[in-house]
């Protein structure tokens, strides 16, 4: 268990069990749905569906089927849907539920905090029948009162959500227009929150065309359990990598968002075949290649390093950036380097690389 394959492996094999009982038994379901372990099959009565039991269960001994019957009521759970006798729906809450969400006293961003309001004000208008939906608001806005949100904040953005949800619109708002028109020349960057820095970092870096977005910090699982196989340098994504002049002390910096590998063999595809410059465009294809090519010097490919990477593409402009400006000898066309004004910025994003800037 906990293997980034587990879900896929699962479906996989519950798949397979489940077609092949629908096609080979005797007397199946009137209709069957079907969710990685959850299943939801329309039966004549409990005999017809105890005796489907029994024959799913006799095509694997590794695999075992349990049942349940509708409650006293006639309802009947499926995922986080509770079916009712009338087939009307409301939310479904396993009994050992606590209703215990994020504090409103975590030392998160608020954007965090008023997202728990809205997802679950909007999970009650997707999967509530009206004569159930009432009921289901009222739970929502008593577990937000619970977990310490103010009455008032709770009561605005539940109606925020039931204006958009009972009238919904295709246009945007001047903001989302703006924030559309530059999403594709403003830098992006990943932050860990912090309760006293966060807002005026936030603001200043928003001065110079740079979108904020905040990541939670780190907590004790993720420090000290680990499910995935560490990924080999060579092959590692989303990084900011090195490659060094054997016969001086230029390098050149970039970055790439795929495997570090794939992005090496095409700079040495471009020395070996005399392509540094794209003839068609004149711009550099690859300026490391074209430093070997017009000096004499040898590239020592095999010498690349990475200086830093990230789990977000997003910070990599900012990072590479800052490790051009961090480097005194860099191959690096600073003309070409993304937009930002970096005098507040390229200091702070150095500290990452650990180097010294100016």
């Keep these: 268990m906990g293997s980034p394959l587990t879900v896929e492996l699962a479906e996989i094999r519950t798949s397979y069990i489940e077609e092949l009982a629908l096609n080979t038994s005797p007397d199946p379901p009137n209709s069957y749905r079907h969710f990685v372990d959850d299943g939801l099959g329309d039966f004549r009565d409990r005999q017809h569906a105890e005796s489907y039991l029994l024959f799913i269960n006799s095509l694997s001994s590794d695999l075992q089927y349990t049942l349940e019957h509708p409650a006293e009521d006639g309802s009947l759970p499926f995922l986080d849907v509770l079916i009712h006798p009338d087939k009307s729906t409301s939310v479904y809450r396993k009994p050992t539920h606590t209703n215990l969400y994020l504090k409103y006293n975590s030392s998160t961003n608020n954007a965090t905090k008023d997202s728990v309001i809205r997802s679950l004000t909007r999970r009650a208008y997707n999967l509530c029948s009206p004569q159930h939906l009432d009921a289901e608001l009222t739970t929502v806005y008593n577990i937000c009162l619970s977990n310490g949100f103010p009455p008032q904040r709770t009561t605005t953005i539940m109606d925020q959500v039931k204006t958009k949800m009972e009238r919904p619109t295709t246009n945007l708002s001047h903001r989302q227009f703006k924030k559309l028109l530059n999403n594709d020349r403003s830098l992006k960057v990943s932050l860990p929150y912090h309760p006293t820095i966060g807002k005026p970092l936030k603001s ?99 010498s690349t390093s990475i200086l830093t990477s990230t789990s977000s593409s997003s ?44």
């Design 204 to 302: 200043l870096l928003n001065k110079h065309d740079i979108d904020v977005t905040y990541s939670s910090s780190p907590n004790l699982r993720s420090l000290l359990t680990s499910t995935k196989t560490s990924t080999p340098p060579s092959t590692t994504p989303n990084v900011i990598y090195e490659i060094p002049c054997k016969d001086c002390d230029a390098c050149y910096i970039g970055q790439t968002k795929r495997p570090l590998i794939k992005r090496i063999k095409e700079h040495e595809a471009c020395y070996r075949n005399n392509r540094a410059i794209d003839e068609s465009t004149g711009n550099i294809k690859s300026a490391a290649a074209l430093h070997s090519l017009s000096t004499g010097h040898t590239i020592s490919w095999n």
């Design 315 to 358: 910070n990599l402009d900012l990072l590479e950036q800052a490790a051009i400006t961090s480097f005194k000898l860099s191959l690096n066309r600073i003309d070409r380097a993304p937009t930002v004004n970096t005098h507040h910025t390229i200091p702070f994003f150095c500290t990452v690389l650990d180097r010294n800037c100016f």
